[in-house]
Nanobody, 126 residues
């Protein structure tokens, strides 16, 4: 059993910053990739960012490139998402995810991930 617990829910003004975290517990395969997805109101869940085990390989959605940074601390089994220069269109429920394999630059859609957090609300006001 694997459980992911997200934190960092909050409301911020446009241009502000927020940091999300997600801690994994339970038995997880070694060298696993972690990622963030989000679901805006009335829309489908979409990819945000992914990071491999060592932190040497990342990829971001075009909509967040240059504004968001994904990182991880394997000693804590935790992934972070630093969000800067937030825009109203960033408003969404954010989900962290883990898959039982590393990330090598391959496809990282939601169907490739095995475990999910409960989601945390991020609201950006204009």
């Amino acid at each position: 059993q694997v459980q992911l617990v997200e934190s960092g829910r909050g409301s911020v003004q446009a241009g502000g910053s927020l940091r999300l975290s997600c801690a994994a517990s339970g038995r997880i395969f070694s060298s696993y990739a972690m990622a963030w997805f989000r679901q805006p109101p009335g829309k489908e869940r979409e990819f945000v960012a992914v990071i491999n085990w060592s932190g040497s390989r990342t990829r971001y959605a075009d909509s967040v490139k240059g504004r968001f940074t994904i990182s991880r601390d394997n000693a804590k089994n935790t992934v972070y998402l630093q969000m800067n220069s937030l825009k109203p269109e960033d408003t969404a429920i954010y989900y962290c995810a883990v898959r039982r394999s590393d990330y090598y630059g391959d496809y990282a859609g939601p169907e490739t991930f095995d475990y999910w957090g409960q989601g945390t609300q991020v609201t950006v006001s204009s």
